[in-house]
């Protein structure tokens, strides 16, 4: 299969946080937001969220928490960006994280 998205855009993205997965017949770009600099977590000593922002506008716990939970790829042969996430119906934060792996997509072309 030939790759949609070249060699020289995957470096790049992966300086801006996305990471590589290979898999049999799959090949994959995943976008982390906290490398990305775009969700920002403060921890208690507890381990859990003490303070989250997202693009440096606060955000509650709860969606820095369903945020993480989600992941966002791009499928490097059709380069296709997908956001996967464990909730019926649409969800405000799903869209947050397409929009920000989009930008970070853009951003390189």
């Known amino acids: ?6 060699e020289d855009k995957i470096a790049k993205l992966e300086k801006q ?3 590589r997965w290979t898999k049999g ?10 490398k990305a600099d775009v969700l920002g ?3 208690r ?6 303070n989250a922002t997202w693009d440096g506008k606060e955000i509650s716990n709860g ?6 939970a989600m992941k966002a790829y791009v499928d490097i042969t059709s380069g296709k960006l997908s956001v996967r996430y464990y909730r019926n119906g649409d969800s ?10 989009q930008d970070s997509l853009n951003s390189i072309a």
């Open 17 to 19: 946080g996305w990471s």
């Open 41 to 43: 977590l403060e921890y």
């Open 1 to 6: 299969m030939s790759e949609i998205v070249s």
């Open 45 to 50: 000593t507890t381990g859990t969220i003490n």
């Open 92 to 101: 405000d934060e799903a869209e947050m994280l397409r929009k920000a792996a």
């Open 25 to 34: 017949n799959f090949d994959r770009l995943y976008f982390n937001v906290q």
């Open 63 to 68: 969606e820095a928490r369903r945020i993480l």
